[in-house]
């Protein structure tokens, strides 16, 4: 229940939402991507190479999940192996740490080509345009990106004057067919608020499609930042429980 402003309060406590899984489903879908946007492009000297990585991050209508960072990084070095194929480029995937060294004699030049898929290219880190740097003794040429492989949803939460980004990592919410499971998403963002400002600072009440962000009396709390996320979630970018006196 919202406070009425005529209690005289000027925080209510609680801000009030309303799920859309139509809307939420739609974005997750949209995260999943089209094939072409998985396909990454490099040029080494004068040839081409591209690895399509959908298959890597993505299992039918859903996101692939892995039971090690080790399984996944063999993967990602696997497929981009095959692709670098007889350019003399050596791929090392470890920890996360993507690593393109080529050290033919001269060195040849790693770019990364502006063709390539917004999705593949996030996924490993690297930016579209971006080459490869000499090594100090001028013998070899290696470019390098950071894995990120997590799809997530998120929004930033402000408790009192604290901002913080609150996230859902999408393989927690998705159904098999890559619908947005209604339970669980609010137990992911229940773990994404406890994760962000502490256990049960902002807590989510719910009752079928309609939830609340809950804190305890006094607490100022706002939502912001991902406005399609928001509206799919019944809110507004800069939503909070504080009633204008």
């Given at each position: 229940?919202?406070?009425?402003?005529?209690?005289g309060?000027?925080?209510s406590?609680?801000m009030a939402?309303?799920?859309?899984?139509e809307?939420?489903?739609?974005?997750?879908k949209?995260?999943?991507?089209?094939?072409?946007?998985?396909?990454v492009q490099?040029?080494?000297g004068?040839?081409?190479v591209?690895?399509d990585?959908?298959?890597?991050?993505?299992?039918?209508?859903?996101?692939?999940?892995f039971?090690?960072?080790?399984?996944?990084?063999?993967?990602?070095e696997?497929?981009?192996t095959?692709?670098?194929?007889?350019?003399g480029?050596k791929?090392?995937?470890?920890?996360g740490?993507?690593?393109?060294?080529?050290?033919?004699?001269?060195?040849?030049t790693?770019?990364?080509?502006?063709?390539?898929g917004?999705i593949?290219?996030?996924?490993?880190?690297?930016a579209a345009?971006a080459?490869?740097s000499?090594?100090s003794?001028?013998?070899?040429?290696?470019?390098s990106?950071?894995v990120?492989?997590?799809?997530e949803?998120?929004?930033?939460v402000?408790?009192?004057?604290l901002?913080?980004d609150?996230k859902?990592d999408?393989?927690d919410?998705l159904n098999a067919?890559?619908?947005?499971?209604?339970e669980k998403?609010?137990?992911?963002?229940?773990?994404?608020l406890?994760?962000?400002h502490?256990?049960n600072q902002v807590?989510?009440?719910?009752?079928?499609?309609?939830?609340?962000l809950?804190?305890?009396d006094?607490?100022?709390?706002?939502?912001?930042?991902n406005s399609p996320?928001?509206?799919?979630?019944?809110?507004?970018?800069?939503q909070s429980?504080?009633?204008e006196?």
């Amino acid at each position: 229940t919202n406070s009425s402003s005529s209690s005289g309060a000027k925080v209510s406590g609680k801000m009030a939402g309303e799920i859309d899984i139509e809307a939420l489903s739609k974005l997750a879908k949209e995260q999943l991507g089209e094939n072409g946007e998985y396909k990454v492009q490099f040029q080494v000297g004068d040839k081409t190479v591209e690895a399509d990585l959908r298959d890597v991050f993505v299992d039918g209508n859903s996101f692939r999940s892995f039971s090690s960072i080790s399984q996944r990084d063999a993967a990602i070095e696997e497929k981009l192996t095959e692709a670098f194929s007889g350019t003399g480029v050596k791929v090392t995937v470890k920890d996360g740490a993507v690593n393109l060294v080529n050290s033919d004699d001269p060195p040849k030049t790693i770019s990364v080509s502006t063709d390539s898929g917004a999705i593949g290219l996030k996924r490993l880190g690297l930016a579209a345009g971006a080459h490869s740097s000499l090594s100090s003794s001028k013998k070899s040429s290696g470019l390098s990106g950071k894995v990120n492989e997590v799809p997530e949803f998120s929004f930033s939460v402000t408790l009192d004057d604290l901002k913080k980004d609150v996230k859902m990592d999408l393989r927690d919410v998705l159904n098999a067919d890559g619908s947005v499971d209604l339970e669980k998403f609010k137990t992911s963002l229940q773990k994404g608020l406890d994760n962000a400002h502490g256990k049960n600072q902002v807590r989510v009440i719910s009752s079928g499609n309609g939830f609340e962000l809950s804190v305890s009396d006094g607490r100022k709390v706002m939502v912001d930042g991902n406005s399609p996320l928001l509206g799919a979630m019944g809110m507004e970018n800069g939503q909070s429980n504080r009633i204008e006196m």
